[in-house]
């Protein structure tokens, strides 16, 4: 069994890649942290918490964790996600409140505990991760790998930077300069995952609750891409995190370098997929490029067909 912790700030794409780990039984999740991105922390620990519930993952911890970048003012996206950062779906309150310890804390002790590797699969901006980092160095060596949604060779929020590595590039500079394995979801292939009208007749054809949950989702998630983004469906982005670790040979990646531009005038939060080698720097990262689509979707039907 995969053990995985799940760092993110749900979100449509968060809250579907929540609910497809919880359906996979070869992944063991062993925590969820959250972190500020798409909504206010406060907001995103909430959706967490009620996604748990709807899949009954009650006995997993959910710890809140940073509410703003690790030296930049917070950004929040509710042009995509809605002010709650999960509008759409009407959902109950959460049976339980988060945990005591802070999300980076819940990350270090996690990684001290456990006997085995474990994967983080990071699908806001990477300040938890960040943090965890610097404050309890020795927890690399027990990270298997890191894998994360975030960047790309072209950007979303500005010209060239993707939201997650743009929100707290600092962050984002510190993991990929870590050393630990990186794999990366970034909007080049999270871009061909895009939940077309045809997918989410598919999910809402199956007749259980989760399963309509995510169709209000997708629905909700595209209605926000058409108007900020002229897409026709929205793109499950943080979900290939989760897709990757249960069916690796989805994936067509390559080994690459990637850093992170902090200072740049207008490129601040710009991943430098480094796809042809020209800068000479060690591989760092395998970088997401061509995702089998049909057999993505397969899986994700399949998963919400458990329910
Ligand atoms: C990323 O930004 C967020 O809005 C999504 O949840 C995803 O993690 C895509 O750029
Ligand atoms: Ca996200």
């Known amino acids: 069994k995969r053990r995985i912790i799940m760092d993110c700030d749900p979100g449509h794409d968060d809250a579907i890649a929540i609910i497809l780990a919880a359906a996979q039984l070869e992944l063991e999740i062993l925590g969820i942290t959250t972190?500020?991105?798409?909504?206010?922390?406060?907001?995103?620990t909430m959706n967490a918490l009620k996604i748990c519930d709807l899949v009954s993952l009650t006995d997993v911890v959910v710890s809140k964790g940073a509410s703003e970048p690790l030296i930049r003012l917070r950004e929040t996206a509710p042009g995509i996600h809605g002010d709650s950062g999960?509008?759409?779906?009407?959902?109950p309150e959460p049976s339980r409140s988060w945990s005591e310890e802070h999300g980076a804390?819940?990350?270090?002790?996690?990684?001290?505990?456990?006997?085995?590797?474990?994967?983080?699969?990071?699908?806001?901006?990477?300040?938890?991760?960040?943090l965890a980092l610097s404050k309890a160095p020795e927890i690399k060596d027990n990270i298997e790998e890191i894998v994360l949604m975030g960047g790309g060779t072209f950007g979303n929020w500005t010209?060239?930077?993707?939201?997650?590595?743009?929100?707290?590039?600092?962050?984002?500079?510190k993991v990929f300069d870590s050393g630990i394995p990186i794999v990366v979801m970034g909007l080049d292939i999270t871009h061909q995952a895009i939940a077309t009208r045809e997918v989410i007749d598919q999910v809402n054809k199956i007749d259980n609750?989760?399963?309509?949950?995510?169709?209000?989702?997708?629905?909700?998630?595209?209605?926000?891409?058409?108007?900020?983004?002229?897409f026709d469906g929205a793109p499950v982005h943080d979900v290939l995190t989760v897709a990757y670790c249960v069916a690796p040979e989805l994936f067509k990646t390559k080994d690459v370098n990637i850093t992170v531009e902090t200072k740049g005038e207008f490129t601040a939060g710009t991943?430098?997929?480094?796809?042809?080698?020209?800068t000479g720097r060690k591989v760092n990262a395998k970088f997401g490029l061509?995702?089998?689509?049909?057999?993505f979707w397969k899986l994700m039907i399949e998963a919400l067909k458990k329910y």
């Open 35 to 44: 972190v500020s991105g798409n909504a206010e922390i406060e907001k995103t």
């Open 271 to 278: 991943t430098l997929i480094d796809l042809h080698g020209v």
């Open 86 to 91: 999960l509008d759409g779906p009407e959902l």
């Open 290 to 295: 061509e995702l089998d689509v049909e057999g």
């Open 159 to 173: 010209p060239t930077a993707e939201f997650n590595i743009w929100v707290d590039p600092e962050a984002a500079k």
């Open 209 to 230: 609750n989760v399963a309509k949950i995510v169709g209000e989702l997708l629905v909700f998630f595209a209605s926000t891409y058409k108007e900020m983004f002229d």
């Open 105 to 130: 804390d819940t990350i270090i002790r996690l990684l001290k505990e456990s006997k085995e590797p474990v994967t983080i699969l990071p699908t806001g901006p990477l300040t938890n991760i960040a």
